[in-house]
């Protein structure tokens, strides 16, 4: 493994560009991008307008903090193409994952695009220490989310032999790790505790396999995870970090230091705010993570907010790398889950809810992680309008529920009916969400 | 003709339906004969109380989810197939029974069925003119 992990691959060089040269890259590529939304994008052009803003007021980096923030509301009021800076005859790719509402939000790609994806997950696989003579298991979901095809492009270009065997069907999954010589998987690392529980139970040892790293992401984990996967695997794990409304994975991703995650900055420019007064904070504090996208042709992003809590790391890493760090994702600044690597917001649920019941009934949202896979289970209270005497009634009920929930969000859901007043009810915002997912 | 049934949701736990009649307890309320439907998560009590208004409010007061609903009691000859000759005539009509109990009985020779059918009131039609014979309230709880 060692001279995996020492090979260099060139795709990496920028990842060790000194960092004056970086920075001198991303005021170009920023001056540019600046430019281009403003020339395409009519909410760009119009906010940047409302602060008399115009593309030559960029001279520095620092400059960047005079933009206005975009949010992930922008992708739904100009839902599905509004935000487009590309005509769609240069569009290659579209993904779309959840939104705050019934809508997805949509994404986009242009052969230019496509390229920087695959560059920036190459890089990602080669700070894992895979190469091109690696067998890899891609088990992210291949579709719309951009984590199957994301993670499948950079395999490809790197060289390794990937298998596109998608999500799901453990199985499966463990038929072919074992038969194939995998020697690489990338999924969510919840699904890689459950990989590895199923495969004991099946009296196969994960350590007495080929199998030697794992890269890991698309939702939150912890280093007792970590130490879980390593120990119990024999493997290496990585945390990587990305969202679809900047590129998909590919935005960072941890070295072999496991210190942080290493942002793209060449490619994506990370600041870190407080989330109330919206002050661009210094490296080393605490805030949220706002990310610039300085090279995407189809959908330019400017300084997204992103929603999660990080720092940007202060130092350099011993890897090297002249890439600044962020700290694993710990917590979020809004109300948004992450189940399964899908996004799902309570108002969605809400939605729902009212859709079939007319009013908003008591509910909560519980998560759980049962065998490595996160649930999600929805206790409604039972009003008098929808009780009926009939269990056949009720479960009528119980399904409508359960199926509008998962039209919106797009997972099953367990929806249960519980009696009145069980919810407890607090003052003020209500705390929809029960999160007893153990992540240990 | 009909009568009216206390159906009560119930949560699926200890005690849960300990509460409601203790609440019917303390109203003096008394409870003739009951059924409990159970699912994994919740069940649904269905009681056959005299004084079933007081009974639903004093419940809803409680905070309890309580609903009437219509079924009818119908007299069964006390004695082997009389039941199931009740039975087939309702099927000969086409009559379905969502679902049914026993109530228990101080009439002589005979035997009282809680039914409860969906459209009560023309199932009562129908009963009647298959001469089934349906017990009203009063001689119920005389």
């Not at chain 1, 809004?334 to 859709?355: C, H, K, W, Y």
Request: proline content about 4%; glycine content about 8%; overall charge neutral.
């Amino acid at each position: 493994m060692n001279n995996h992990s020492t090979a260099f691959n060139p795709a990496s060089a920028m990842d060790f560009l000194p960092r004056e040269q970086l920075e001198k890259v991303q005021l170009e590529r920023l001056q540019a991008i600046v430019k281009r939304a403003y020339d395409n994008v009519a909410l760009f052009r119009k906010r940047m307008e409302e602060r008399n803003l115009s593309p030559s007021d960029i001279k520095s980096l620092k400059d960047i903090s005079k933009l206005p923030f975009s949010v992930k509301a922008d992708l739904r009021d100009t839902y599905p193409y509004g935000l487009f800076a590309s005509p769609l005859k240069d569009i290659v790719r579209l993904h779309a994952s959840s939104g705050t509402t019934g809508k997805p939000i949509v994404v986009a790609y242009t052969k230019e695009d496509m390229q920087v994806w695959t560059s920036v997950m190459v890089r990602t696989f080669a700070a894992a220490g895979l190469s091109n003579s690696d067998i890899v298991q891609n088990a992210f979901g291949y579709g719309l989310f951009t984590g199957g095809l994301g993670a499948h492009g950079g395999l490809e270009a790197l060289g390794a032999a990937v298998i596109p065997i998608s999500g799901g069907n453990t199985e499966r999954q463990i038929m072919v790790l074992k038969d194939f010589g995998v020697t690489g998987i990338c999924c969510t690392p919840s699904y890689f505790i459950h990989l590895l529980d199923k495969a004991e139970e099946a009296g196969i040892s994960m350590k007495e396999l080929p199998l030697k790293v794992g890269v890991f992401g698309a939702e939150p984990w912890t280093d007792a995870m970590r130490k879980r996967i390593e120990l119990d695997a024999g493997i290496k794990a990585f945390d990587i970090y990305g969202l679809s409304e900047i590129i998909g994975p590919g935005v960072a991703t941890e070295c072999h230091a496991h210190s942080g995650l290493h942002v793209f900055e060449d490619h994506f420019y990370p600041e870190i705010i407080n989330p109330e007064t919206c002050e661009v904070l210094p490296d080393g504090e605490e805030g949220e993570l706002v990310l610039s996208t300085l090279s995407k042709q189809a959908m330019p992003m400017l300084r997204y907010r992103t929603r999660d809590i990080t720092v940007i790391e202060k130092g350099e890493c011993p890897c090297g790398r002249t890439i600044r760090r962020i700290r694993r994702i710990s917590r979020r600044s809004d109300d948004m889950i992450i189940i399964r690597g899908v996004n799902v917001f309570p108002s969605q649920i809400e939605t729902a809810l009212l859709a079939v019941e007319g009013t908003l009934p008591h509910y909560n949202i519980i998560l759980t992680r049962e065998q490595g896979l996160d649930n999600i289970e929805v206790d409604v209270e039972v009003t008098e309008e929808l009780f009926s005497d009939k269990i056949s009634g009720l479960e009528e009920l119980r399904k409508k529920l359960s199926s509008a929930i998962e039209h919106i969000i797009g997972i099953r859901v367990k929806v249960k009916l519980v009696a009145p007043r069980t919810i407890p009810r607090s003052e003020g915002k209500a705390k929809r969400v029960i999160d007893k997912r153990n992540m240990e | 003709m009909k009568l009216s049934q206390l159906s009560l949701f119930i949560q699926n736990q200890p005690g849960a339906i300990a509460e409601p009649c203790r609440i019917l307890a303390e109203n003096n309320i008394n409870i003739y004969t009951m059924t409990l439907a159970e699912t994994n998560d919740y069940g649904v009590l269905r009681l056959i109380v005299k004084e079933w208004q007081k009974a639903r409010d004093v419940l809803a007061k409680a905070g309890f989810t309580a609903n009437l609903t219509d079924v009818v009691a119908v007299k069964v000859p006390n004695q082997p197939g009389g039941l199931a000759e009740v039975l087939e005539k309702m099927g000969k009509i086409g009559i379905n029974v969502v679902y049914m109990y026993a109530f228990v009985s101080n009439l002589q020779d005979a035997a009282v069925i809680i039914f409860r059918f969906d459209k009560t009131e023309e199932v009562i039609k129908q009963l009647t003119e298959a001469s089934i014979s349906i017990v009203n309230a009063e001689t119920l709880f005389s």
